[in-house]
């Protein structure tokens, strides 16, 4: 049996093997380059409320909900008037509140959603300053306490994701490492036999880094065939955040999955194949 053939025999637990570690990193690298989308997600659908006074023209709250939206915090308004305000708290009450008291105690507001970079404690403070001084406005509202717990959770998630893809990224590395090194190990024998008869270092290294590179190929392959299936269903449960038709985004995820699985079998089989090429006769059957 020829050496090629012989080296086919383990390849295909190496391609499976990379395939589920590409698959996993892809996964987290997804997760990574999306992680300032996730939290820009969550931070643009901070409540901030604006409460207009009782008796205010509708014209006049139009002019100013505009000149909201010309503001670079603004992403959306909504203009909330008393009777969509009743309707929502009736439905959250169960009942009609409006029957119970004679009349329609709410006031009208302008729902604002702000733009990410301005979704923090220091800048809402400043803008909750701002529009108070607005002669039409009884006051302005938003919850401090959440909006400082969630910039708090998306520091914690920032640093914990990267930490947890470096960390996954080493230990990947290992396992991979320790395959291919096996693999080679169990062809310790046929290594020093063709020594033995005169072959160089360059015609025994050839077929397995030949083979390396196919195995990283192939195990890339099929880690950007089952990370696009999984794309697509994240893509239909979670579309506000998670968008498969970043096609940059999705280039350099799927491009470095395609280096990392060449680099890792190509390096891992040269380092293995160094250590067996110098190993000694009273070595080889440790």
Known sequence: MSLQNKLKSSSASIVISMSLVLFVLGILGFLLINA?????????????????????KDIDIMQMQKLIDSKPY???????????????????????FITFLGYNPLLESIDIKLKASYANADSLDL?????????LVH???????????????????SVFLLSFCILLFIISF????????????????????????????????????TDSI????????????????????????????????DFKSIGII??????????????????ALRKYLKIKESEIYL
């Open 174 to 209: 290992t396992l991979i490492n320790n395959a291919i090194r096996l693999s080679v190990y169990a062809k310790r024998f046929l290594i020093r036999t063709m020594k033995l008869v005169g072959a160089t270092n360059k015609f025994i290294k050839s077929p397995f880094l």
């Open 254 to 271: 799927f491009g470095s999955i395609f280096v990392a699985g060449i680099l890792f079998t190509w390096l891992s089989t040269f380092f």
């Open 139 to 157: 006051e302005v509202f938003y919850q401090k306490d959440l909006v400082e717990r969630i910039n708090e959770n998306v520091r914690k998630m």
């Open 127 to 135: 803008l909750q300053q701002q529009l108070s001084k607005n002669e």
């Open 74 to 96: 603004s992403l959306e308004t909504d203009w909330v008037t008393k009777e969509v305000a009743a309707k929502q708290l009736e439905d959250q009450l169960g009942e009609d």
């Open 214 to 245: 196919y195995n990283g190929i192939y195990s890339a392959l099929f880690a950007i065939c089952m990370l696009m299936g999984v794309f697509q269903l994240l893509q239909s449960d979670m579309p506000d955040f998670l968008n498969i038709h």
């Open 36 to 56: 300032n989308r996730l939290s820009n997600h969550v931070k643009e659908n901070i409540g901030f409320s604006v409460m207009i006074k009782e008796g205010v």
